[in-house]
């Protein structure tokens, strides 16, 4: 509780300096992304580009192959998938509504009639023992804020934003080469644009 509380009033400090900060000045981890037309937003994800990776955007669950050079609807969905989970060899994939499971790595999916319970996890912490942590100002159930990625490397005594970008983030995932993945979609906070655009956006930490 202490440790997010400090984190809270970091992120309001933030806020006040980054609304004076020139967009000049480069981001302090270097990003790279991915865009899918027609994907609404990614809500989940799984695996690594390195390898293979699935995505669950608004719409379909993706397989990435290649290092993301290859990219093939696997399933369509009636509603996101908010979560992949992996126990032994079976993958499954949870949303609100329905669930599905795989035993082959995503290639195929089968519905599943035992529900699981969807849940977001917003902090992470890497082989290095440094933290990353997803953090908007939510009031009566509006976020109030773009989302902010903040990084720390001492147990959560000090915190920096990492993610220059105006998106509201509704994924994060961390691979196991603490490579950093996050979901979001195209439109950006307070640029006028319509809501509810239909480009979903992968976006990752350079290697």
Not at 81 to 102: C, H, P, R
Not at 137 to 152: D, E, L, N
Request: with cysteine; net charge neutral; glycine share 6%.
């Amino acid at each position: 509780m202490k440790r997010l509380t400090k984190l809270y009033a970091l992120l309001i400090l933030l806020l006040v300096l980054q609304s004076c900060k020139s967009d000049d000045v480069p981001p302090q981890v270097q990003w790279e992304k991915m865009e899918f037309e027609d994907q609404g937003s990614i809500y989940s994800i799984h695996g690594s580009l390195g390898e293979s990776m699935l995505l669950g955007t608004s719409r379909a669950i993706l397989k990435l192959t290649d290092n993301g050079r290859s990219i093939r609807e696997v399933l369509p969905v009636d509603i996101q998938i908010s979560e992949f989970m992996q126990y032994g060899d079976t993958l499954y994939a949870i949303s609100v509504w329905k669930n599905y499971y795989s035993l082959d790595e995503g290639e195929t999916w089968q519905e599943k009639n035992r529900g699981f319970t969807p849940s977001y996890t917003n902090e992470f912490k890497d082989s290095r023992n440094v933290f990353y942590n997803h953090v908007s100002i939510v009031t009566q159930g509006h976020i109030r804020t773009p989302s902010m990625i903040m990084k720390s490397h001492d147990s959560g005594a000090n915190w920096e934003n990492i993610f220059p970008y105006k998106h509201i983030v509704n994924s994060m995932h961390l691979d196991n080469k603490d490579r950093l993945y996050l979901g979001a979609n195209a439109e950006e906070w307070g640029s006028g644009a319509i809501p509810g655009s239909r480009k979903a956006i992968l976006y990752y930490t350079k290697k």
